[in-house]
């Protein structure tokens, strides 16, 4: 019933967030996605709507993309391309948003590959050039280029060239961004680092500082342990 009311009501930023309270369940995942044109609907309305509704689309769609099916559809649909409009209008809702679920979409190589194909590396690392100081953009940023990094080691080259590197180091001068995100960072410059060509990056663009300062400010074994984790793939150079 909620699907064919959000049908009739096309872009409905509500109705999206409903049905992404009921995606979480497998059976309702199933429904929603069988429901005529529902996919295609949230992902051509997503080029266009509002940013509030963007955050709508892209939760609802993080949600869906739990299931492997729904994934691949998610993708045959452009959702890569909807996504990432939102994230491209550099609102830190909208951002972290669609951050989350490209990371959802991003668990199958065909998923990767769209995401590379559609940029969609430049777009998050713009973003988080342009929100230096939001530490959700960040640690989303972060999580999702880490997790590209790790599930497709050939993107770390594109991710460095794209300036992946430098968009996080500015960030760490806003110290209330804290532990977690700066635990999500090092987790993303020690999968770098495992790439001979990229250390000299991460040296250049003052990593090693980064790490010891944060190492110093926080007592959390997990800033300490993802800290070491890039100062062990320096220190191989």
Not at 4 to 12: G, L, M, T
Not at 53 to 65: D, N, V, Y
Not at 217 to 236: N, P, R, W
Request: charged fraction near 25%; proline fraction near 1%; charge should be neutral.
């Amino acid at each position: 019933a909620v699907c064919k009311w959000i049908k009739q009501s096309f872009a409905c930023r509500e109705g999206w967030s409903a049905l992404a309270k009921l995606a979480n369940d497998k059976t309702c995942r199933q429904e929603i996605a069988e429901t005529a044109g529902m996919v295609e609907d949230v992902v051509s309305a997503m080029q266009f709507c509002d940013e509030q509704q963007h955050i709508a689309g892209s939760t609802l769609l993080r949600c869906l993309a739990k299931s492997e099916d729904l994934r691949k559809m998610i993708v045959d649909e452009g959702g890569v391309a909807a996504i990432l409009h939102g994230v491209s209008k550099s609102q830190p809702e909208a951002v972290a948003a669609g951050c989350r679920a490209l990371r959802a979409l991003a668990k199958d190589c065909k998923s990767l590959t769209q995401i590379a194909r559609d940029d969609g590396i430049k777009s998050v690392v713009a973003a988080m050039q342009g929100l230096k100081g939001d530490g959700t953009v960040q640690k989303e940023g972060c999580e999702l280029l880490c997790y590209l990094g790790f599930c497709q080691p050939n993107l770390r080259e594109r991710i460095v060239w794209a300036g992946g590197v430098e968009a996080v180091v500015p960030s760490f001068r806003h110290h209330t961004l804290g532990e977690v995100v700066h635990t999500h960072a090092f987790e993303t410059w020690a999968d770098l680092g495992q790439d001979k060509e990229n250390r000299m990056v991460l040296a250049k663009a003052g990593c090693i500082k980064v790490v010891v300062n944060a190492m110093q400010m926080h007592e959390t074994a997990e800033v300490h342990e993802a800290g070491c984790k890039v100062l062990l793939h320096l220190a191989a150079t």
